[in-house]
């Protein structure tokens, strides 16, 4: 008897449709993640497609996929929204996190990093993180904070585990957003 050929899997290939709406997620997420757009706020389509100067299909498709990384829900009509998180959900988020950075952590030795580099690392974007702090730059100060846990992260060597990772700091960063604007802009001492 024969056997039946197997079909080879065409490679992938990042379509120019795939591209923009890939564009078009990094944008959208960046924005949701800097506070542009606030957590319930109403994602309207149309005004998304004239904001990005792209037609809908593209801003339909990174609204799916910034959807199922949790930044951004469906309200009652169907449409979207940024993702809103209350304490029970932060907490479980937070949860979550605390489990995952252990792991990435506990894998550092067996990946062989340069640990005294990480640490050089670290501590030239800890300095950055008072400069920004004593400026009172939040925006700055939120983006270095995850740079300075990401050279951790990274030193695990594994990429997948710190994907996840960072899928988990998404999440939570609306929640962070929201304590740095209230908290952080409103009282010198959350600053200090």
Do not use: C
Request: hydrophobic content about 40%.
């Amino acid at each position: 008897t024969k056997k039946a050929a197997v079909p080879k899997m065409p490679p992938t290939v990042a379509t120019p449709k795939n591209r923009s709406r890939e564009r078009v997620g990094d944008r959208l997420r960046a924005a949701i993640l800097s506070g542009d757009y606030s957590p319930g706020e109403r994602l309207v389509q149309d005004d998304l497609a004239r904001a990005f100067g792209v037609s809908r299909v593209p801003i339909r498709e990174a609204l799916r996929a910034l959807e199922s990384e949790g930044l951004v829900g469906e309200n009652s009509t169907g449409g979207f929204i940024v993702a809103q998180t209350d304490s029970r959900m932060l907490k479980r988020i937070l949860r979550i996190r605390d489990l995952l950075e252990q792991e990435a952590v506990e894998r550092i030795p067996e990946a062989q990093s340069d640990i005294t580099q990480v640490v050089k690392t670290m501590a030239t974007i800890l300095e950055k993180i008072r400069n920004a702090s004593a400026s009172g730059e939040m925006d700055e100060v939120a983006s270095l904070t995850r740079a300075f846990h990401f050279a951790l992260f990274n030193a695990a060597g594994d990429p997948v585990l710190t994907r996840v990772i960072g899928n988990m700091w998404d999440l939570s960063e609306i929640a962070r957003l929201m304590y740095y604007w209230i908290g952080y802009n409103a009282d010198e001492r959350h600053r200090a």
